[in-house]
């Protein structure tokens, strides 16, 4: 046979997937999250450059304008045009970088304004212009710099955002195709066979079982599904043999009434016919007896045993049933043997009357060349205790572990002693019903004694 390697639970497994695609999903919605938030930062970034770029242009502008007006008007309102452009300039200052350029800038086109207002000489103007140009040149220049160091960021975010998704994905659909595939040839593949089994068992293939491989889980169905189809396939044997018993029991007697009737059919001597009539009547109160053994299983089996249940005085109930055996046979004495005092058993007197006189029919029975039948009760270790023995056929001990079973006739008595082997199973499942146990002590050629042990209900008072 192939060692299989054990295979982890499929809970376990399960959980595992689920943990890998929830830290899958974690991981996504984190680095997401991240990168929007660096790309809004990058975009409101690359805003306020464009902005800074835009402002510093007009500033030039104003700076040109101012240069060559030579309205004081226009030179004024230009100057307070600069100011404004220039402190509005420094809102969109993002970088320490260009802050420091900006307030530069800001210093060069002061000393330029403040130069041409002054008058001073044309050329120190002209170098002031020139400084101030300069400034604010190198915060476009600022600017510009920043928006595509931005813009590169923007562009390396935007790889990795790639590369995280594209390794998500591929993750993701390879975990979904491994599941699949584990579930199509592991998992199922169990599952279809238990199901495949149950059909069969279904179907009437009593013989049918799954395969118990797989995961736990799946052997364990497995094996339940067998252990139940064992249970059903034993039961529905033990009712066939049970059936084939029923039907053997009563053809015998059937048989013989068949004979016998066939026998009056012709002209027979009045002695004859006594005798026929005789095996005619023996006959069918073999049958009904059977019958009877027949309901009280049947009740049984259905769970129907229905007890009535009271307080009775076992010493009482045995004697009165052991005497209706002492007028039946001078061949076989009743000795009753009954404790002084016994406690009350709680019980149903006719169930327990009807186990009585089985095991005092029997103990007659199979003492065919006659003996003292002992029949007493006692109690013992909470327990009162009803025996009933005889010095007749005996049992060995394979037998006695046997006659408790249904149909069950063994040694020599089988063949020349009439019963039908429901006897012991009725006593049995009576005194089951009653919480108590039924053993036998048998030796072949030396009798049996049989003892039945109900539990205790307390101390009766003498009958
Ligand atoms: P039946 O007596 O109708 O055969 P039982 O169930 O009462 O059925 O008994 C089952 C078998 O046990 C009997 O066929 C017999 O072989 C054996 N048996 C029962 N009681 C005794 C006994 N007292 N002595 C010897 N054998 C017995």
């Known amino acids: 046979m192939i060692e299989r390697s054990p295979q982890p639970s499929l809970r376990k497994l399960l959980s595992w997937v689920t943990v890998l695609v929830m830290v899958v999903a974690l991981v996504v919605t984190t680095a997401l999250v991240v990168l929007t938030t660096l790309l809004h930062r990058t975009s409101a970034s690359l805003a306020a450059n464009v902005e800074s770029v835009h402002l510093a242009e007009e500033i030039e502008i104003d700076l040109l304008l101012h240069s060559r007006s030579s309205d004081l008007l226009v030179r004024e309102d230009l100057a307070g045009d600069l100011a404004v452009k220039l402190a509005k300039a420094a809102q969109f200052a993002v970088s320490a970088r260009e802050a420091a350029t900006l307030r530069d800038a800001v210093l060069r086109v002061d000393e330029y304004l403040k130069a041409s207002q002054e008058r001073r000489a044309e050329p120190e103007i002209e170098r002031l212009r020139s400084a101030a140009f300069a400034a604010i040149e190198a915060l476009i220049d600022i600017n510009i710099a920043d928006a595509r160091a931005a813009q590169s960021s923007a562009e390396r975010w935007d790889t990795q955002a790639n590369a995280l998704g594209i390794t998500a994905a591929v993750l993701l659909v390879l975990v979904a195709g491994v599941l699949l595939w584990w579930l199509r040839t592991r998992a199922f593949t169990p599952l279809f066979g238990i199901m495949?089994?149950?059909?069969?068992?279904?179907?009437?293939?009593?013989?049918?079982?799954?395969?118990?491989?797989?995961?736990?889980?799946?052997?364990?169905?497995?094996?339940?599904?067998?252990?139940?189809?064992?249970?059903?396939?034993?039961?529905?044997?033990?009712?066939?043999?049970?059936?084939?018993?029923?039907?053997?029991?009563?053809?015998?007697?059937?048989?013989?009434?068949?004979?016998?009737?066939?026998?009056?059919?012709?002209?027979?001597?009045?002695?004859?016919?006594?005798k026929t009539l005789e095996i005619v009547a023996r006959q069918t109160t073999c049958l009904e007896r059977m019958v009877g053994d027949f309901l009280d299983i049947a009740r049984i089996?259905?769970?129907?045993?229905?007890?009535?249940?009271?307080?009775?005085?076992?010493?009482?109930?045995?004697?009165?049933?052991?005497?209706?055996?002492?007028?039946?046979s001078a061949l076989h004495p009743i000795e009753l043997e009954l404790d002084a005092e016994v406690p009350l058993a709680r019980c149903d007197a006719l169930r327990?009357?009807?186990?009585?006189?089985?095991?005092?029919?029997?103990?007659?029975?199979?003492?065919?060349?006659?003996?003292?039948?002992?029949?007493?009760?006692?109690?013992?270790?909470?327990?009162?205790?009803?025996?009933?023995?005889?010095?007749?056929?005996?049992?060995?001990?394979?037998?006695?572990?046997?006659i408790f079973d249904p149909f069950t006739r063994v040694g020599l008595s089988q063949d020349s002693i009439p019963g039908c082997g429901l006897g012991l199973y009725i006593v049995r499942k009576i005194v089951l019903a009653h919480a108590g146990r039924i053993e036998v002590d048998s030796k072949p050629g030396h009798g049996s004694t049989f003892r039945v042990r109900l539990p205790e209900s307390g101390p009766g008072p003498a009958p």
């Open 301 to 328: 089996e259905a769970g129907d045993l229905e007890l009535k249940p009271a307080l009775h005085d076992l010493r009482k109930l045995v004697r009165e049933t052991a005497e209706l055996f002492i007028e039946h």
């Open 352 to 402: 327990v009357e009807q186990a009585v006189i089985n095991l005092i029919s029997n103990a007659v029975k199979y003492s065919p060349r006659g003996g003292a039948v002992k029949v007493g009760v006692t109690s013992a270790h909470g327990e009162i205790v009803i025996s009933v023995g005889d010095s007749g056929l005996g049992m060995n001990e394979a037998d006695q572990r046997r």
């Open 196 to 274: 495949r089994a149950m059909q069969d068992f279904e179907r009437g293939d009593r013989e049918a079982r799954a395969e118990e491989t797989g995961h736990p889980e799946l052997r364990d169905v497995a094996l339940r599904f067998n252990q139940l189809a064992s249970s059903v396939a034993a039961q529905r044997q033990a009712q066939m043999t049970f059936l084939g018993g029923v039907a053997h029991d009563l053809r015998n007697p059937l048989n013989v009434l068949r004979i016998a009737i066939s026998a009056l059919g012709r002209p027979v001597s009045e002695a004859r016919m006594q």
